[in-house]
């Protein structure tokens, strides 16, 4: 069995699998259309998000049995075709959970003490002590977006500091709200509530959705606008899941009162590169006021991006990839 590795992932995938008997190629340096023309010769690929795999690439994979992806989302992948092709789509979001909730948790402190700010006028030789008074997380309300492996990690990570943590989860089984006072999510940690009532009690929104169709654009200035309360924005899902524009008006109206954003809308598709200055008009404007501003947190997509998270979803992969080729899954 030939497998292909697509991009670079933690060489313990390779070792192991080599270990089992696969046959393991590179090919993180083959261009696009070379990967298509070759793709009926593997049984398997591993990718993380250099290039989508469609129904034209999928068509081509005649023997493919398997997509591994060193990652949670798989808005690359045509999911629902490759399974009607009996190709099994395996994400590894286990292995990179913990490391969006401790990120995402280190920006919003960050963003509620001020740390970028006070750090940067330290260095500065400026001792500002009341310009930089902070803000604790204790009896804040937390709403969540999303409460699968992401979500439920972050409102764990976050159980020691006392907030009242509420979560909406459409796909979640159990999606009944009639006891949604005592009713917690089958992760715990977490109130399940509406939509509607997270719209009312909300301090802190951090997002926890896939990319689809449903979702893109989802938190637009509408969207904002019906959370009762002032609220911080934290996205380390897709960048297109929130409308920036929209985002900056909210900010400039003091609707929105500060942003943690480790995922933004302009990056590339394969997350690997973001030029600011092919951004013109409107788009650069905001993004200037974004940079610019001290009540955001930013930083490059990274949230599930550690060296522990790196190797654990190396093994789960593995783990994932044999049961597939030994009949299991």
């Known amino acids: 069995m030939k497998i292909l590795f697509i991009d670079q992932v933690h060489p313990d995938l390779e070792r192991l ?30 990718i993380r998000s250099r290039i989508k795999i469609d129904k034209s690439f999928l068509d081509a994979g005649t023997n493919l ?48 003490n001020k740390l970028v700010k006070a750090d940067k006028e330290v260095r500065n030789n400026e001792w500002l002590r009341e310009p930089n008074r902070g803000n604790e997380l204790n009896g804040k309300t937390v709403g969540i977006i999303g409460f699968g492996m992401m979500g439920s990690a972050f409102a764990k990570t976050l159980y020691g500091f006392d907030c009242n943590m509420i979560a909406y989860d459409k796909y979640l089984p159990g999606n009944h ?3 949604s006072e005592k009713e917690k999510f089958p992760h715990g940690f977490a109130k399940r509530v509406s939509m509607e009532q997270l719209f009312e009690e909300t301090d802190i929104l951090s997002l926890h959705v896939p990319l689809t169709s449903e979702t893109k654009w989802m938190v637009d200035e509408l969207f904002i606008n019906r959370f009762k309360k002032k609220i911080i924005l934290i996205n380390s899902a897709r960048g297109k899941v929130v409308k920036t524009s929209d985002l900056v008006a909210s900010m400039k109206s003091g609707k929105v009162t500060g942003a943690c954003l480790d995922v933004i809308e302009y990056e590339d598709a394969s997350f ?46 593995f783990e994932k990839i044999r049961m597939v080729i030994r009949g299991g899954e």
């Open 65 to 112: 049995q398997f997509i591994a992806r060193a990652g949670a989302g798989m808005e690359n992948i045509d999911v629902e075709y490759a399974v009607t092709k009996g190709i099994k789509c395996l994400p590894s979001a286990e292995g990179n959970r913990q490391a969006v909730g401790e990120h995402v948790l280190a920006m919003l402190l960050a963003l509620f």
């Open 177 to 179: 709200f009639e006891n």
């Open 17 to 46: 699998l080599t270990a089992e008997g696969y046959v393991c190629i590179d090919g993180s340096r083959l261009a696009e259309n070379e990967i298509r023309q070759s793709i009926k010769e593997y049984s398997g690929i591993v």
């Open 272 to 317: 690997e590169k973001f030029d600011l200055n092919q951004l013109k008009g409107s788009d650069a404007a905001d993004w200037n006021y974004l940079v610019h501003s001290d009540n955001t947190v930013l930083s490059p997509h990274i949230a599930g991006w550690t060296h522990e998270s790196n190797r654990k979803m190396a093994g789960i992969l």
